[in-house]
């Protein structure tokens, strides 16, 4: 059995890995459905049932491929979407403005056939907006079942207080991994202390602490990768020089280097969930695997001196994404 953690301070138990199914969508190159629905029903088997997808991955292919991939186990999963993460509307409208939330979340249900999601979740802040009046809407949700609990997607200190004060927020999803570590400065401790869960998404810096990528050309065209500074000319090459630092410390411990990764991210607190994705089943198990990890704390000061926060190159965004997330 998974190891298990609690979502919020008293919901479901779910597993301490979780699955972010965005990749299956094409944001990597081709993904084929059935592999997607193949890859889905193995993670629920080995008790990863923290399935993670939004409205806005492939235009709403991602959540119909998750809501046919669960359809026969829904009351094994805990299924979480969000709303919010498109981009503005004509005349600077915000997506998060609280007269839209329930036809968005109505939409999300119809293509994940079913009749609510276990996580609702803000996909971006919507900084036109106050986040009282988004969450607001979002409670009304609640209390009529259709939502069980509600997130946070890259949300502020400040932003997750307010709205914490509004409705308990079970779940603040934000880029944690030795690549990015910048929620150790505040976001990390503030959601221990308000009983929030930490989803850490892109755990494996979007594939760089895999030990797979090797340069540029290891990029198919059409992934998402090649508009991120990270993977850019000018930083990749600095930022493959972290992961190589880390792979003999993998050695030492007999682990793949992505099991290093995520098992750094789970000792990092036990409301710490890693939510990573793959497109294949092997990749699956070796994620699982590394909820039994245990390193010490020599091991844990190696990592942290072969990527010590601020080492990664290049913002982990393009310029207009940075733009548009919550300060």
Known sequence: MLLRRTLG???PAIGAIGYGAMGLSGVYGPSADAD?????????????????TADVYGDGHNERLVGRAIADRRDRVVLATKFGGG???????GLGRPERVRGWLEASLRRLGTDHVDLYYLHRVDLATPIEDTVA????LVAEGKVRALGLSEAGADTVRRANAVHPIAALETEYSLFSREPEREL???ARDLGITFVAYSPLGRGALTGAITGAADLPADDWRRRSPRFGEAHLDANLRITRAL??????????LAQLALAWLLHRGDHVVPLPGTRTIANLERNAEAATVTLTPAGLAAIDAAAPPGAAAGDRYPPEFIAALDA
């Open 9 to 11: 301070q008293d919901g």
């Open 36 to 52: 997607g629905i193949a890859t889905i029903h193995r993670a629920v088997e080995l008790g990863i049932n923290l399935i993670d």
């Open 87 to 93: 981009p503005t509307e004509p005349g600077g409208g």
């Open 137 to 140: 809407a979002m409670a009304e």
């Open 188 to 190: 990390l401790a503030l």
């Open 247 to 256: 792979a003999p410390i993998a050695r030492e411990h007999g682990i793949a």
